[in-house]
């Protein structure tokens, strides 16, 4: 057979088309956004030389600084929130009894709606004047905090009890049974046996997590606008409002190569955690 | 095995079917309310007098056009995600070579690179390019932040192909093109399935670039569609709440139809 090993081996040029059409997309701003930020630009006409001066006032101003902790206390909790409903909702659901079959496929509606019409449900929900929560929630910094990490819960829980239902189908039932022998407790199996199972399966739902949490823009734009003051602007909205509310086009250059820095360091770093590039198949170490 | 009840689970099944209901209940509730009555009223009282002219307000500003640009948006971020990426992933699986691990790594890197970094210099480009305020102007960015992921799940799946296949057809004397069509497509079918899934909702949920890119209402999408009803409605919540569930019938119907096919490539999404 080995005359026949090797076959099917495509030119690497098939390959081509895509690397192009991403490079130009994705690649190629990412440069621009570096170069721009050593510009000042208005939006109109063109970008004029500003040497450091964008990147002096980010580091300076104090902005990026507090833009960041919101942004990094945010993931964070949103992550234990998501993680902890998850987790238990997808065990939950792992099981065969035919209730929890009906009620998961309720719990997934929420996930059908786009992030911004869950943003404007919640944003006529927590209205003053007509919602049902009662008070100006989003008026307080920590009722705007708050309102984020559950608006972006309420969405993105169905999806990660699904990735945690279909880890939790995957621990071999024999393990439960032989626990069962051993006289163990429910929570005693949860712990010994479910949780360390469910390893992989966290890691993979922990980075979409992190990768998602990034996207909350929307949810901020209608629901808080950054507010109140800047308690909620995140890095996104932040350079959003840069760019496209103040025109200073540099300065907002400036945060989205610190963005697009952070994000690939973070990238790295979960392709080292998780082995997620390792170049094996599914199949192996099941 | 016998499985005792769990009477705590259970209550917390309840918990969670409350916290998913009840906004979903009021936002049809009150879509169905009148808007002299919404105003005054509780909101988790049902109407008195249930109307669907909400709906038809939300229908008279140009809903169904948003719709169909979305769906439009949709279905060639999907040709150009899966046209481009099943040879690439067909490249990376089946060649050893610095290029094609460099072309993998490169989209490995791109996985958490959010689009909203790079909206800057895209409108530069975009304007540029002359695209400004189509619906290309969307779709192309949105297709290029859809490969990544799109490369991570066909990779996988592909990998999954065994070697003796790829021998058989080569002893009949298959070309590479051939048992791309042949062998790969059709044994990748649930990887694929996961790639439609996965990058129709990122066209689905896109905000930014609509924001950023289009300008005029012959081009404006679903999502921005409704952010400018928050405006254009003012205080007319009915309305909006109609605009949002609206907004949802489309992947409902799909949901009813699909479930399996939809659960199974987010799974796959996810499970890689």
């Not at chain 1, 990412?30 to 050593?38: E, I, N």
């Not at chain 1, 001066?53 to 929130?81: E, I, K, M, P, Y």
């Amino acid at each position: 057979m080995s005359a026949a090993r090797g076959a099917g081996r495509p030119h690497p040029s098939w390959a081509l088309p895509a690397v192009l059409f991403f490079g130009f997309f994705a690649l190629v701003p990412m440069a621009l956004a570096f170069g721009l930020s050593f510009t000042s630009w208005n939006g109109l006409g063109e970008p004029r030389p500003a040497g450091l001066a964008n990147w002096h006032a980010l580091l300076t101003d104090g902005r990026l600084t507090r833009s960041l902790g919101v942004t990094v206390a945010l993931t964070v909790v949103s992550c234990a929130f998501q993680t902890t409903a998850a987790l238990l909702l997808g065990v939950w659901a792992a099981g065969p009894q035919r209730n929890r079959a009906v009620l998961s496929a309720v719990f997934f509606v929420p996930f059908l709606l786009s992030s911004t019409a869950v943003s404007l449900l919640f944003y006529a929900l927590l209205d003053p004047n007509f919602g049902i929560v009662p008070g100006d929630t989003l008026g307080t910094t920590s009722g705007a905090f708050l309102a984020l990490v559950f608006v972006g819960g309420w969405q993105f829980i169905p999806f990660h009890t699904l990735i945690y239902q279909g880890g939790a189908r995957q621990i071999p039932e024999v393990l439960y049974q032989a626990a069962a022998i051993d006289g163990a407790g429910r929570l005693r199996r949860f712990r010994s046996i479910t949780l360390p199972q469910l390893r992989n399966t966290a890691a993979t739902s922990l980075v979409l997590m992190v990768v998602g949490s990034l996207t909350y823009f929307e949810t901020v734009l209608i629901l808080t606008q950054g507010g109140p003051g800047t308690d909620t602007a995140i890095l996104p909205y932040l350079m959003y409002e840069a760019g496209f509310k103040a025109y200073d086009f540099g300065y907002a250059s400036a945060i989205a190569s610190f963005l697009v820095v952070a994000a690939t360091a973070l990238s790295l770093l979960l392709v080292r955690v998780t082995g997620f590039g390792a170049m094996r198949s599914t199949r192996e170490g099941m | 095995m016998s499985r005792p009840a769990n009477p705590l689970a259970g209550l917390g099944a309840v918990i969670w079917l409350a916290v998913v209901l009840v906004p979903v209940y009021v936002m049809v509730s009150v879509s169905l309310t009148r808007q002299d009555e919404a105003l005054g009223g509780n909101a988790l009282r049902p109407p008195h007098h249930p109307t669907l002219a909400n709906y038809g307000t939300v229908l008279d500003n140009g809903f169904g056009h948003f719709l169909a640009n979305t769906v439009l948006v949709a279905a060639v971020v999907v040709g150009i995600v899966l046209v481009l990426c099943v040879p690439l992933a067909y490249v990376a699986v089946r060649t050893r070579g610095v290029w094609s691990g460099g072309a993998f790594r490169l989209f490995l890197l791109g996985v958490a690179v959010p689009a909203q970094a790079v909206v800057v210099p895209l409108y530069l480009m975009i304007t540029k390019l002359n695209l400004y305020d189509s619906l290309l102007a969307v779709a192309l960015p949105t297709a290029a932040f859809a490969m990544p992921v799109s490369v991570l799940v066909l990779t996988g799946t592909l990998r999954d192909i065994p070697e003796e296949l790829y021998e058989a057809m080569a002893l009949d004397g298959a070309s590479p093109a051939r048992m791309l069509f042949r062998l790969v497509v059709p044994l990748a079918r649930g990887g694929i399935g996961t790639v439609v899934v996965y990058a129709s909702l990122q066209a689905w949920n896109g905000f930014l670039f609509p924001l950023i890119f289009t300008q005029s209402e012959d081009s404006r999408m679903l999502t921005l569609g409704l952010f400018t009803y928050v405006s254009q409605f003012g205080v007319n919540i009915p309305a909006l709440l109609a605009s949002v569930v609206l907004s949802g019938v489309p992947v409902f119907a799909v949901y009813l139809v699909a479930r399996r096919t939809l659960v199974g490539g987010l799974m796959g999404a996810g499970g890689k």
